[in-house]
């Protein structure tokens, strides 16, 4: 296989400057660590549907969720952190790849019984990890392939020693329930009640029987996802309907396994990372435009909170533009582990602005489907003419380019198009030159996601 130049590999916009800074951070985190014996256990949680402003960290005055504050309370909160994309299955490929979710041949979210899923060429974060020595499990929605449709789509053949949880959707009833590689239960309607309470179970479990060694644990919650099946003891607990409840919900469990890692005597040397796939379907975004399924800041801002005592200082904020593409790469950092070198990597190392440094200004770029829809350069993001950007333009609002100072303006209310004719130019030649790279490899990433 061709390697990809130095500036391919790290994609997205990602210039030297930047690469050499996570380069030289991770390198510096591995050799002070690797000292210590230090390999972190990694707990990653992913709520479903949860918008940016139904924490009550960001503001959230309906929804209580005490546990995901602890999180950011004790760590790092990430103002902007975004999305891959303003759907489910572009977000967990990205997340959990490092690449753009159109690298991955998955910019949407098959439906069951499709062929598209996670190509058994990509490197997920439970392969990376794995061979470092790592036990992983995931419990939880998987949405990235049907194995009913195609084996090799379970996540047990993508790197995950432990899965117990459900393919995709809750919404095409009844679904499996996998234990492993087999069945083990069909839910439909009120049945899925307790569906939550079961994955943190299955998590806390995992904790207990592997605290002796390091783990990565990843546990993609189904809450807030719609229907909205609450436990009973949650029935009109928040101020924002059922679909709060879940999310408070979604809160209490989070905090079991949070109390599990400190009974156990893991909480010191585990990094544990809070996030949710897009935004919410039709509820908080704090302020911010729009929602699922739309690139305007309400579909793609995500709240994401990491915490790792001794290595990220207690309540500190990283304001500058981020990525679920960064997981991957700052977690290969930080655990001494090695990325993939064959292909392009969208995200970048992060770990050193846990000690208040910054990386280089990156380009991020936000697409639906197969469709550049917008560019982002620090404070500015241009949406682009003639694109799928989402909402239909009200009367009276100026169509594409619309250019946003989102420093000023995160509601993305303000168009600044015409008096910033430069900038426009500029990030509309930034996303024509990105944009052809991944249409050139369209055909490919397809065939792969289909098995070929």
Same mark, same amino acid.
């Given at each position: 296989m061709h390697r990809p130049s130095r500036r391919a590999v790290l994609g997205a916009g990602t210039g030297p400057a930047v690469a050499a800074a996570g380069t030289r951070a991770g390198a510096a985190v591995r050799k002070r660590d690797a000292g210590r014996g230090v390999r972190p256990n990694v707990v990653l949680i992913m709520l479903d549907d949860v918008g940016y402003g139904d924490v009550s960290r960001l503001g959230s005055r309906k929804i209580e969720t005490p546990n995901i504050d602890s999180v950011g309370a004790r760590g790092v909160t990430f103002s902007?952190?975004?999305?891959?994309?303003?759907v489910r299955t572009p977000a967990r490929a990205g997340l959990l790849t490092?690449?753009?979710?159109?690298?991955?041949?998955?910019?949407?979210?098959? *439906?069951?019984g499709a062929p598209d899923g996670m190509s058994a060429c990509e490197r997920t974060l439970g =392969?990376?990890?794995?061979?470092?020595?790592?036990?992983? *499990? &995931?419990?939880?929605?998987?949405?990235?392939? +049907? $194995? @009913?449709?195609?084996?090799?789509l379970h996540p047990l053949h993508h790197g995950f020693d432990e899965f117990f949880g459900i393919p995709g959707f809750t919404m095409d009833v009844p679904f499996?329930?996998? +234990?492993?590689?087999? &069945? #083990?239960d069909w839910l439909e309607g009120d049945e899925q009640t307790g569906l939550s309470r079961r994955h943190t179970d299955r998590a806390i479990?995992?904790?207990?029987?592997?605290?002796?060694? $390091?783990f990565f644990l990843y546990l993609p919650y189904t809450l807030a996802h719609k229907p909205y099946y609450v436990e009973k003891r949650f029935r009109g607990s928040s101020k924002a309907g059922p679909y709060g409840d879940l999310?408070?919900?979604?809160?209490?469990?989070?905090?079991r396994v949070l109390g599990e890692l400190r009974a156990c005597g893991l909480d010191g040397n585990t990094l544990v990372v809070i996030t949710s796939d897009n935004g919410p379907d039709e509820h908080g975004t704090g302020g911010l435009r729009a929602g699922k399924g739309y690139t305007f800041e309400g579909g793609i801002r995500m709240p994401f909170f990491a915490q790792w005592p001794g290595h990220i200082g207690p *309540?500190?904020?990283?304001?500058?533009?981020?990525?679920?593409?960064?997981?991957?790469?700052? #977690?290969? @950092?930080?655990?001494?582990? =090695?990325?993939? +070198?064959?292909? $392009?990597?969208?995200? &970048?190392?992060?770990?050193?602005?846990?000690?208040?440094?910054?990386?280089? =200004?990156?380009?991020?770029?936000h697409y639906h489907d197969w469709t550049l829809n917008a560019v982002r350069r620090g404070r500015w993001k241009l949406h682009l003419p003639g694109r799928r950007n989402g909402l239909q333009p009200e009367p009276g609002e100026p169509r594409p380019p619309l250019l946003y100072d989102i420093g000023a303006d995160p509601g993305e209310r303000h168009d600044l198009a015409g008096a910033y004719g430069r900038t426009v130019r500029e990030l509309t030649a930034l996303g024509a030159r990105f944009d052809g790279e991944i249409q050139a490899g369209k055909d490919g990433a397809l065939r792969r996601a289909r098995g070929g």
């Amino acid at each position: 296989m061709h390697r990809p130049s130095r500036r391919a590999v790290l994609g997205a916009g990602t210039g030297p400057a930047v690469a050499a800074a996570g380069t030289r951070a991770g390198a510096a985190v591995r050799k002070r660590d690797a000292g210590r014996g230090v390999r972190p256990n990694v707990v990653l949680i992913m709520l479903d549907d949860v918008g940016y402003g139904d924490v009550s960290r960001l503001g959230s005055r309906k929804i209580e969720t005490p546990n995901i504050d602890s999180v950011g309370a004790r760590g790092v909160t990430f103002s902007q952190m975004y999305s891959p994309g303003p759907v489910r299955t572009p977000a967990r490929a990205g997340l959990l790849t490092g690449r753009h979710p159109q690298r991955v041949g998955l910019p949407w979210a098959p *439906g069951p019984g499709a062929p598209d899923g996670m190509s058994a060429c990509e490197r997920t974060l439970g =392969e990376i990890l794995g061979a470092r020595g790592y036990r992983t *499990g &995931i419990f939880g929605k998987w949405h990235l392939g +049907d $194995p @009913a449709q195609r084996p090799r789509l379970h996540p047990l053949h993508h790197g995950f020693d432990e899965f117990f949880g459900i393919p995709g959707f809750t919404m095409d009833v009844p679904f499996p329930v996998y +234990d492993g590689a087999g &069945i #083990v239960d069909w839910l439909e309607g009120d049945e899925q009640t307790g569906l939550s309470r079961r994955h943190t179970d299955r998590a806390i479990d995992f904790v207990r029987r592997n605290r002796h060694r $390091p783990f990565f644990l990843y546990l993609p919650y189904t809450l807030a996802h719609k229907p909205y099946y609450v436990e009973k003891r949650f029935r009109g607990s928040s101020k924002a309907g059922p679909y709060g409840d879940l999310v408070q919900q979604a809160d209490f469990h989070i905090g079991r396994v949070l109390g599990e890692l400190r009974a156990c005597g893991l909480d010191g040397n585990t990094l544990v990372v809070i996030t949710s796939d897009n935004g919410p379907d039709e509820h908080g975004t704090g302020g911010l435009r729009a929602g699922k399924g739309y690139t305007f800041e309400g579909g793609i801002r995500m709240p994401f909170f990491a915490q790792w005592p001794g290595h990220i200082g207690p *309540g500190t904020t990283y304001d500058d533009p981020a990525c679920f593409t960064d997981v991957v790469p700052t #977690v290969a @950092a930080v655990t001494g582990s =090695e990325l993939p +070198d064959d292909r $392009p990597m969208d995200g &970048i190392d992060l770990s050193a602005t846990w000690s208040g440094r910054r990386v280089a =200004e990156r380009v991020l770029y936000h697409y639906h489907d197969w469709t550049l829809n917008a560019v982002r350069r620090g404070r500015w993001k241009l949406h682009l003419p003639g694109r799928r950007n989402g909402l239909q333009p009200e009367p009276g609002e100026p169509r594409p380019p619309l250019l946003y100072d989102i420093g000023a303006d995160p509601g993305e209310r303000h168009d600044l198009a015409g008096a910033y004719g430069r900038t426009v130019r500029e990030l509309t030649a930034l996303g024509a030159r990105f944009d052809g790279e991944i249409q050139a490899g369209k055909d490919g990433a397809l065939r792969r996601a289909r098995g070929g």
